[in-house]
């Protein structure tokens, strides 16, 4: 989809990091450049960081509206507003920032340091809890779970449940040093679900450490692997209960949590011949991602049971063998990001909306986010291939426009061969459901109202007014509509059936059936 290289980001590791909702992007490489771009790859907004250090990290608060961003050596957090494009200095008081995370409810950002010390700030209030000595030792990961609460995991070999103020409500030791500390939810059996109730941690990559919160007393669960697979690189909690796990060998394998079936392997694969560095997966798409050696694998993961190499699409970047680090899929499953530590960062598209139409032997249909084509069916001939500046909700074709949308504004285009311009937009009252197109009209559905107009007006056209339809008080709700070259027809939920001259701008028929009609079929002619 798109590719940022080392220009934009210096040489070496490049940090990434999506919000929420996957529109927009921050990177950030050894120059200590912050790059905003959207889901094109399009420059939005940069800036340069004060701080000498290199980042440790970056994280989106959960409205996609700020991003904090912590760099080694320093006490401060530079906070990135999206919509006012402006930063703005968050002094901590303290030294040697190590964590960053944001809370997935709350206004809340969690900030840790290398000696162990704590510091809550809301955003909302602009209030700072510091606790001092939450830790002996660096805090090194940490997350927030649905009900607020918050977990750490320190080089001290402990890990600390608080709550939103930073108030200690649970602590644990375990034997090794923790990482990709995450709140889950355990399979207890078919029947109850716990909540985000289970800590699952990263034991030096030695092992994976199950904690529970719903019972004090109850013994953390270690899962050990086979000492082929190598060292436990990374996981991912996914479906009902299973994990995903990385290995450094370049195997993953697929665990569930399920307490009949702990410890028991589901499924493994051998991906990469020589290593992997890190595993993603997309709820949306069910599907697994591995990256490592020098490609991206993405693997389908709706079929455990079938688990491998048979539907696997490799993307190849032979020129990074060795250097791929990261992945990262958008919550939409649409485009799957990884990075390198030649300071490169790759888009790839992983699913493209089905959106389609046709007009007689013609068919329209998405290329990519942002690019449609035309295609003459009978011999398989492209006729024009048009660029959007926006990502379609709804596209129509007509026999030499185009119509595409988002929301309640349509966008209109005329095409001849393969060229084509942009001859008119126009925004409606609510948001559109579906639209028509005849040689000259468009009929815009919307609201269970129709609204007919001419796509482009000129003048040597007969100007032609805008027309809504039900027009009827009786009759305000349309249900479905058809155009052809010569009529609009449309039904309603009383039973009526419209037929509209589009050559005379008026109605020529009315038929009414005895009930509401839902839908309606024609043939060219109308009929």
């Known amino acids: 989809l798109f590719k940022l290289g080392a220009k934009m980001h210096g040489e070496g590791p490049v940090i990434f990091a999506w919000e929420k909702k996957g529109n927009f992007m921050a990177t950030v490489g050894s120059n200590r450049r912050v790059h905003i771009v ?75 340091t290398t000696k162990g010390n704590l510091l809550i700030y809301n955003r909302k209030t602009f209030k700072q809890i510091p606790v001092i000595g939450k830790h002996t030792k660096k805090i090194t990961c940490g997350a927030w779970n649905h009900e607020n609460k ?107 949590t399920y307490m009949k079936e702990i410890g028991q392997e589901i499924n493994s694969y051998k991906y990469h011949s020589q290593a992997l560095h890190h595993v993603v997966y997309s709820p949306t798409l069910m599907k697994g991602a591995s990256i490592g050696d020098s490609c991206v694998k993405v693997f389908d993961m709706s079929d455990l049971t079938s688990f491998g190499e048979e539907g696997c699409v490799t993307f190849e970047l032979e020129d990074e063998f060795g250097s791929l680090e990261r992945l990262h899929w958008t919550k939409d499953g649409q485009i799957l990001t990884a990075s390198s530590v030649t300071g490169t960062i790759y888009a790839f598209l992983t699913k493209i909306p089905v959106l389609h139409d046709f007009n007689y032997t013609n068919i329209l249909y998405l290329t990519s986010l942002r690019e449609m084509c035309v295609k003459e069916a009978v011999h398989n001939e492209v006729q024009t291939k048009v660029s959007v500046e926006i990502e379609p909700d709804f596209i129509s074709l007509g026999s030499n426009h185009i119509a595409v949308g988002m929301n309640n504004k349509v966008w209109f285009y005329r095409y001849e061969g393969e060229n084509y311009e942009e001859v008119a937009s126009k925004e409606y009252l609510s948001t559109v459901d579906s639209i028509l197109l005849s040689d000259f009209h468009a009929a815009v559905f919307c609201d269970s109202k129709i609204t007919l107009h001419l796509i482009e007006i000129d003048d040597t056209q007969e100007m032609q007014e805008e027309h809504t339809f039900p027009e009827k008080h009786h009759d305000r709700d349309a249900t479905d509509m058809i155009m052809t070259e010569n009529f609009l ?39």
Request: net charge neutral.
């Open 38 to 112: 959207d889901r094109q790859g399009k420059l939005i907004n940069q800036f340069p960081l004060a701080g000498l250090g290199a980042v440790i990290a970056m994280d989106w608060d959960k409205d996609g509206d700020v991003l904090g961003i912590i760099q080694k050596g320093t006490g401060c957090v530079t906070l990135y507003n999206l919509h006012s494009k402006k930063c703005e200095k968050l002094e901590t008081r303290l030294k040697d920032l190590s964590f960053l995370g944001w809370s997935r409810v709350g206004p809340q950002l969690a900030i840790g």
């Open 150 to 256: 918050l977990v750490l995991g320190s080089s001290d070999k402990n890990i600390t449940i608080s709550d939103d103020t930073g108030y200690t409500l649970r602590q644990a030791s375990v034997n090794y040093d923790p990482s990709q500390i995450t709140f889950n939810e355990m399979k207890q059996d078919k029947h109850s679900k716990s909540g985000e109730k289970t800590i699952s941690l990263n034991l030096d990559g030695k092992s994976l450490l199950l904690y529970s919160m719903v019972h004090n007393d109850t013994t953390p669960i270690e899962l050990t692997f086979q000492s082929k697979y190598g060292r436990i690189l990374c996981y991912r909690w996914f479906g009902d209960g299973y994990i995903l796990v990385g290995f450094s060998s370049g195997y993953v394998v697929i665990i569930s």
């Open 489 to 527: 027809i449309y039904c309603t939920a009383r039973g009526t059936l419209h037929y509209f001259s589009l050559e005379d701008w008026e109605f020529v028929n009315e038929y009414r059936h005895e009930v509401g009609i839902k839908n309606i079929y024609a043939n060219t002619s109308g009929t």
